[in-house]
């Protein structure tokens, strides 16, 4: 597509509810990285994927977030058991490594935890 | 290691005053440095870039960042500030223009 898109673009849950985030990235874009962004923050890094695997998953913050890419394409960010503070937005971003730009960010899904 | 520092949190300018915002980087080798803008309720947009050649980089909506390698600083700088500039900064380096880091991000402000 011509842009990062992610869905929903709003998401309420209850506490405890498992939750999918989903990212499409730019079509040919390699890679595609997660990050949330909590009320007032920086950018904090998730998860890293260069086609479909993930070399770097180090900012997950507990096992009960994980996320996948298939097809070297769409990814799923998947939060269980959901927490208060999950609360965030969470952000996309694709790229074509090796090119010299910079990120393509999507608009972000804002999650809500009640 | 790589990383990025932007000093200050909250930056407050008057409208058509000049507008600074300050980054520091950490890095090995010559980086790949962007600055990126967030307006509210919207994804991060990339404002400019550096890679190589001329160290001062020009962007959209008439900023600017230089690249000065001595102070390990990539500034980023417009004139006269407008009040649609008014959004979160980012910073953030590359040593080999794949993963980046970004800074923790600076609010500006603009005051009629």
């Known amino acids: 597509g011509a842009g990062v898109s992610q869905s929903p673009s709003n998401k309420v849950t209850e506490k405890g509810k498992d939750v999918e985030l989903r990212c499409d990235p730019i079509?040919?874009?390699?890679?595609l990285y997660w990050y949330r962004q909590s009320l007032g923050q920086g950018l904090e890094f998730l998860i890293y994927?260069?086609?479909?695997?993930?070399?770097?998953k180090s900012g997950l913050p507990s096992d009960r977030f994980s996320a996948e890419r298939t097809g070297g394409s769409v990814s799923t960010l998947t939060i269980q058991r959901t927490q208060q503070e999950d609360s965030a937005v969470y952000l996309c971003?694709?790229?074509?490594?090796?090119?010299?730009?910079?990120?393509?960010f999507g608009s972000g899904t804002r999650l809500t935890v009640v | 290691a790589q990383s990025v520092t932007q000093l200050g949190s909250h930056v407050s300018v008057s409208e058509g005053a000049l507008v600074l915002l300050r980054c520091n980087y950490s890095?090995?080798?010559?980086?790949?440095l962007f600055w990126y803008v967030q307006y509210p309720n919207q994804g991060l947009q990339l404002l400019l870039k550096y890679t190589t050649g001329a160290t001062l980089v020009k962007g959209i909506n008439g900023f600017e960042a230089e690249f000065k390698k001595s102070e390990t600083s990539f500034h980023l700088t417009k004139p006269s500030a407008h009040m649609s500039d008014a959004a979160e900064y980012f910073c953030a380096v590359s040593e080999t223009g794949n993963q980046f880091y970004f800074g923790t991000g600076t609010s500006l402000t603009v005051i009629p």
């Open positions: 079509s040919g874009h390699t890679a």
């Open positions: 994927f260069q086609g479909n695997s993930a070399p770097d």
């Open positions: 890095s090995s080798v010559p980086p790949y």
């Open positions: 971003a694709s790229h074509l490594p090796g090119t010299g730009y910079g990120y393509t």
